[in-house]
């Protein structure tokens, strides 16, 4: 059993390791949430996000893990008889395709081995064959480490079809990664509150663009939960349309405030650094599992090129060190592992957990 009062520390993708002073914000007493107090705290939550993810347009806050965004962005702004080209590189990506027919929409698959990314000709060549509402596109795909080339994609995707939304599931990249919605030309992103945001998860934050609004009002059938203009009617007030996890909205506006202190230029900086020094390790001891160029600076997929066995040496490691880091993902089990370095992971953290690797190895 877990001792609570000396719990684990987290190096798996997600959840990730939170600060003492995170969860603190999360046992503040609670606010109505259509209080007063509780809409200057949403309003100033989302005026911050709007400058962490670089955007003058919508950011809504959903009190659900990311996956019902997957489904959101499927149903809000994809009309049923229109078909989306769903991008899949990983087992993330292959859900949202996955999610997208659940939906009853019409999907054309873009399909790369685990391990590649998706290129920027690859998405052009297929767009230019068919009559496409809707692309979706993996940021980071957390199952193999890989980062998409998405500026590349967007920037193709701007010149070449202009008329097809963009859905990016930015689960494990936003905050971590780069990224800049409105000059991306992006409609819908994405992202839980448990990855590069380091806090327990039960929120997601979603970024909407005006035109993918403007399509939304088009959709009949949007269903409840996560109809998009539901959310911007009650964002012109502050608020959420149903009741939302308060206690998480205190952690974010907590952690943005982190985030813009330091400068999201060094925030993805400090991200790189830690995944470079995760990546020399991997490179020395074992290989990395995705091409370098493509190698995420969130976590670092490690090829087990050893044969170690990967159950038991996560085993020893948690034993001795009460220190948890990922398997392989799904059917990369037992040929990967994965390093989480996200959120408020640091080098020193890194260090301590490669060494104590290093000890079961050697
Ligand atoms: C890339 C990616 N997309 C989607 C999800 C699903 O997120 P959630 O479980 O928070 O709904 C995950 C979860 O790890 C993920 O890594």
Redesign the pocket.
Known sequence: MTDWKNPPRLFI??PVHVLPEVLQQLARPTLGHRGKEYTQLHGETVEMLKKILFTNQNVFLSTS????V?EGSIRNCVKLDETVLCTMCGA?SD?YADVARACGRKVEELKVEWGQAITAEMVDAKLSQGKYAAVTL?H???STGLTNPVYEISEMLKQKHPDVLVFV?A??GMVGLPMHFDDLGWDVVFA?V??AFAIP?GL?VFAVSNRAMEKAKTVPDRGYYFDFLEFAKSAAKNQTPTTPSVPHIMALHYQCTRLLGEGMENVWARHKKMAEYVREWAKKNFALFCPEEYASNTLTTVKNTRGIKVADVINAVQQKHNTVFGNGYSKLKQETFRIAHMGDITIDDLKELLGWIDDEIN
């Open positions: 993708p997600g893990s990311a996956s019902g997957w993330f859900k993996v980071n795909e957390t599931d689960v494990s839980s448990q990855k998860p997601a």
